[in-house]
């Protein structure tokens, strides 16, 4: 299904979820991103700074509305009744005006849920109303209308101290600050903005993902009334503090943890960098120096070993020993090199010579002795090295000998 140009309007665009939406949109109607039925003509981005004439000129105008406009936390208990309920009614009376049946989409939240079931929160008791709103204007006017009952969100440009504990945690722990826990073991049902970004394209090609409620579960169906995003994570409280304490310590320890294509940790990391203050974006290396050149250990894993980057003064020879079991990739990134490799018990030397005019791996073999050359006589050498393991100090298995 080829969808065509559309006008895309997008109520609260200066939120965390408006902001990464309209983003996101723009690179697809500037033709970098693809792989979608649907173009991107103009985006209308409304919020409270607004001029309200201007919401009317985008409801005339607009193919598809993703309508995010909302309080979540508020001094004042009526601005949940003024901007959750008051900016729906306003935006389905503009639409209304024009009649305009393009598809609505609704950022409603888990809370409305909990309405009459286990709390009466102000602000699940306003997203419960303006659901209403909704339903009620797409079964009068036969429009589609797409209502998704949001968990808890993560992502890139999230508020913290606001309505998101990863956002709170992330920033806090990236600056230093301490962070609150009143129960470790609850869990949290979590939403990257990837993976709800996604499912917006989806909404956008008429293929939403639909469910019913059964209390705070939702049930997908296929054709219920309301829509969710299908990839949710789940993390107690105490385990998404320990894995951001984790990120806070890498500078130190190297060490990287493993990263899962759409692993929760691996999302996790993302959002806690994009809240790293400026001084925290670069961090030291422990170079090791000697009169040979310097040794620097970049990055560890636990099960994908280690890399580093070894520079050798012109002239200088390095290396000259052996493994059992471990084994290296040397690229050279700077210099010309020679690489020689005997196998342990024998006469017979490989040789590779290398340099930054063409970049090779050459792999280090396990039970053969090998060195690195600068060939230079005036110029460092500089070698990236990958080893299939990190250094054990107690187990070293590195054995000298000559090639």
């Known amino acids: 299904m080829n969808l065509g140009r559309m006008n895309i309007l997008v109520t609260g ?16 109607k500037e033709g970098k991103a693809g792989n979608r039925d649907f173009q991107v ?30 309080v979540n936390r508020t001094q004042d208990q009526k601005e949940f009744e003024e901007v959750n309920v008051g900016v729906t009614s306003l935006l389905l009376e503009k639409l209304q005006a024009h009649n305009n049946k393009c598809p609505v989409m609704f950022s409603s939240s888990i809370q409305a849920a909990l309405i009459g079931r286990y709390e009466n ?10 659901e209403r709103l909704i339903f009620d204007y797409g079964q009068k006017n036969g429009v589609s209308v797409m209502v998704y009952r949001f968990p808890n969100l993560f992502g890139k440009w999230c508020l913290p101290n606001y309505n998101s504990v990863v956002a709170t945690f992330c920033n806090n722990i990236a600056k230093g600050l301490p962070i609150k826990i009143n129960d470790e073991k609850e869990i949290l049902q979590l939403v990257y903005i990837d993976d709800l970004l996604e499912e917006m394209y989806d909404a956008l090609e008429a293929r939403p993902h639909r469910c019913e409620y059964d209390g705070l579960q ?7 009334r309301y829509c969710y995003v299908p990839r949710v994570h789940k993390a107690a409280l105490g385990e998404i503090a320990e894995l951001l304490y984790q990120f806070k310590m890498q500078p130190e320890s190297l060490f990287m943890p493993e990263l899962p294509e759409n692993s929760f940790v691996k999302k996790l990391y993302s959002t806690y960098l994009s ?23 970049l990055l560890k894993t636990d099960s994908c070993g280690q890399f580093s980057v070894n520079i050798s003064k012109p002239g200088i ?14 690229v050279v990134v700077s210099g010309k090199g020679l690489i020689q490799e005997r196998k342990v018990g024998t006469d017979e030397v490989i040789e590779f010579e290398v340099s930054d ?15 690195i050359i600068n060939l230079s006589k005036t110029e460092n050498l500089v070698t990236v090295m990958w080893a299939n393991e990190t250094f054990n100090a107690d187990f070293p298995d590195t054995f000298y000998e000559k090639v």
């Open 357 to 371: 005019e063409r970049l090779e791996a050459v792999r280090m073999l396990p039970g053969y002795t090998h060195n």
């Open 13 to 28: 665009a200066k939120g965390f979820i408006g902001k990464n939406l309209v983003a996101n949109l723009y690179n697809i």
């Open 121 to 130: 929160s102000d602000y699940g008791m306003s997203k419960l109303a303006g």
């Open 317 to 330: 020879t390095k290396g000259q020993h052996w493994h059992n079991s471990k084994w290296e990739f040397f």
């Open 275 to 297: 809240y790293l203050p400026q001084k925290e974006v670069s961090f030291p290396l422990n170079m090791v120096t000697d009169d040979r050149g310097s040794f620097t250990e």
């Open 218 to 224: 939702a049930i997908a169906d296929g054709s219920g």
């Open 41 to 70: 003509n103009e985006i209308y981005e409304y919020d409270a700074d607004t001029e309200e004439c201007l919401l009317d000129e985008f409801c005339a105008k607009a193919d598809f509305v993703f309508h995010l406009a909302g």
